[in-house]
């Protein structure tokens, strides 16, 4: 199944929560305009992809090594979760300069069975110029509230 991602003003609050407008943060992105300079810009741009389904973005940032069938994808992308929040909560390395780099966050997502919180620490790496997730290592199992 074919899930056509969602568009978003430029102008509105981008959904990774920066505070930046969505046209000046992670649209430029998401449309393949300009590549992020560091390892949390690009987590943060994988987010708000999930915000608006836009499996395509994923795949192309996700380090071919360990990234998943784009059916499996949209299947997981698809699915009920409603990611509303993104805290990112440490970085390490990821800079302009770096060609490593771990991003510890936590997303937050509505669900039919209510709230959950999903705490990831992702490992990227650099390679020509482009920051490509590898791998994340959830810190807890999603849990409700
Ligand atoms: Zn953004």
Redesign the pocket.
């Known amino acids: 199944m074919r899930i056509e991602p969602l568009t978003l003003d430029d102008t509105s609050r981008?959904p990774?929560g920066?505070g930046?407008a969505?046209g000046a943060?992670?649209g430029p992105l998401l449309a393949g305009a300009r590549r992020a300079a560091t390892a949390e810009a690009l987590m943060?741009?994988r987010f708000?992809a999930h915000v608006v389904q836009d499996a395509d973005h994923l795949l192309r940032t996700w380090h071919p090594s360990t990234s998943p069938s784009f059916r499996d994808l949209t299947r997981s992308v698809g699915d009920e979760m409603e990611w509303k929040r993104l805290l990112i909560t440490e970085t390490s390395g990821g800079g302009p300069f770096d060609d490593e780099g771990i991003v510890e966050f936590t997303a937050i997502a509505r669900t039919p069975q209510g709230r959950r919180e999903l705490r990831e620490r992702s490992r990227f790496v650099r390679e020509d110029g482009q920051w490509l997730y590898v791998s994340g290592e959830l810190k807890n199992a999603p849990s409700r509230h």
């Open positions: 981008c990774c920066s930046d969505h943060c992670c943060r741009s708000t």
